[in-house]
């Protein structure tokens, strides 16, 4: 399930000197997302696994120049064997965990929070567009559970990839009224090149103008609010 390694990077772990882990598989197709190799079956199962001991071995390599591992996808919590692993890197590494996750798996979230020191979530949009930025029929009722989850945590983000079609300003009001009051929000530009859906590749992002003024909106339910172009 592991399916790429970064050695370093300065972006992935806010805060921190991170490497970063991709676990391959996801149970939501987006039709803006852009990682189609670590969704679609028929791409993933064309990359190898990358054992669980290389990775170990080049987490120790870099042990006291990195403070930090993301683990991302795909979804991560997917992977039966994570929880083992998160606790691997915790004993053998000893650094700091963050891990990302779309929010659809609330139980397995719970599970690996005693091996986890920073949670990025995705919402994707509003409740009622659910189904469109995700291409799936489920509910909003897990992420809900997830929010949950995470505001109990110390730290952590949100996140919302700004997709015209998908997630808007007036969309953003209403998150914020389901998520009522948290810790860090993150505002996210689209990517338009290589997306799952050809609909939006090539699509035309948001004017910059037009992502700072969601971000004030955002202010109302988060403590801090962050614009990543």
């Known amino acids: 399930m592991i399916k790429s390694f970064l050695g370093t990077s300065i972006i992935e772990y806010p805060g921190k000197i991170a490497s970063v882990v991709f676990i391959g598989g996801c149970n939501l197709r987006c039709p803006f997302c852009y990682n ?3 969704v679609l079956p028929e791409l993933l199962e064309k990359i ?3 054992p669980e ?10 042990k006291g120049f990195i403070d930090g591992v993301s683990f991302t996808g795909g979804e991560p919590l997917l992977w039966p064997g994570l929880t083992d692993f998160l606790k691997r890197v915790k004993e053998e590494v000893k650094v700091d965990i963050k891990i990302d996750t779309n929010g659809m798996l609330p139980d397995g979230l719970k599970g690996i929070l005693p091996f ?9 949009s509003s409740p009622k567009k659910y189904p469109i930025a995700t291409g799936n029929n489920t509910g909003f009722e897990k992420v809900e559970a ?7 945590t110390k730290d ?3 996140r919302t990839t700004m997709v015209p079609g998908v997630v808007d300003k007036d969309d953003l009001k209403k998150i914020c009224r389901k998520i009522k009051k948290v810790k860090k929000y993150v505002l996210q530009g689209f990517r338009n090149t290589k997306t799952l859906s ?15 003024e969601s971000s004030r909106i955002l202010k109302n339910c988060a403590e801090v609010v962050e614009l990543r172009e």
Do not use: W
């Open 36 to 38: 189609l190799g670590l």
């Open 156 to 158: 952590y983000e949100f």
């Open 53 to 62: 001991n290389k990775i170990i071995d080049e987490l120790k390599k870099r």
């Open 48 to 50: 190898p696994d990358i």
């Open 116 to 124: 986890v020191d920073y949670i990025s979530m995705d919402i994707k």
């Open 146 to 152: 997830s929010i949950e989850v995470i505001k109990g």
């Open 198 to 212: 050809s609909e939006f590749s090539g699509k035309a992002p948001y004017e910059r103008e037009y992502l700072i």
